[in-house]
């Protein structure tokens, strides 16, 4: 992958020639923050297709919506939301195959995963690896960082589901990180 390289020094000046259309300026947008957009879609959608469609629906509404933009926060995290916002969409509309409504179900909230010695890659892929709904409510919590009471709202499911999937997910990567530490010290 070659590495993104453009004339503007800064975000500012981008946003204010992309508000004016100068084609370039959307280019070297395009170009700056498609890769990085795309890697969090495909944390969402494990389909490759999928996560391009909605990066590229997304930074269209970035393009579009770019006025909205009152430079308060990063630029990148304000993308970042439009980009896990479409996925969510995406997701909501095929939700009865991902999640599970679980009343009462088993919580564990002080749950930690035992002290693995793991490379970020490593531990991207086990997620990746999650089946959807655990996923999808595990990068909102733990790597987005938001509540369970704003996951229930965003995907619409109650919030006792929220935490059920996250749960889930938890030990779910436990058993993947154990997996992987026994396999590491047989090498």
Known sequence: ????????????????????????????LYEKYSARMF??????LKNEVE???VMVTALMKVFKHLDSFKGKGSFEGWIR????????????????????????ADFYPEYQL???HLEADDLLKMVAQLPTGYRT????????GYSHKEIA??????VSTSK???????????????????HSMRI
């Open 137 to 144: 409510v595990f990068n909102l919590y733990a790597i987005e």
């Open 81 to 104: 939301r439009i980009v896990v916002n479409e996925a969510l969409t995406v997701l909501r509309k095929k939700k009865d195959k991902y999640f599970e409504e679980i009343e009462n």
């Open 1 to 28: 992958m070659r590495k993104f390289r453009s004339s503007y020094s800064d975000d500012a000046e981008l946003i204010k020639d992309c508000k004016k259309g100068v084609r370039k300026a959307q280019k070297a």
């Open 153 to 158: 709202e965003k995907l619409g499911v109650s």
């Open 39 to 44: 890697a969090v879609s495909l944390r969402y």
């Open 114 to 116: 035992t002290e693995a």
């Open 164 to 182: 059920s999937q996250l749960n889930r997910a938890r030990n779910m990567l436990k058993k993947a990180v154990q997996k992987h530490e026994e």
């Open 51 to 53: 996560a391009e469609d």
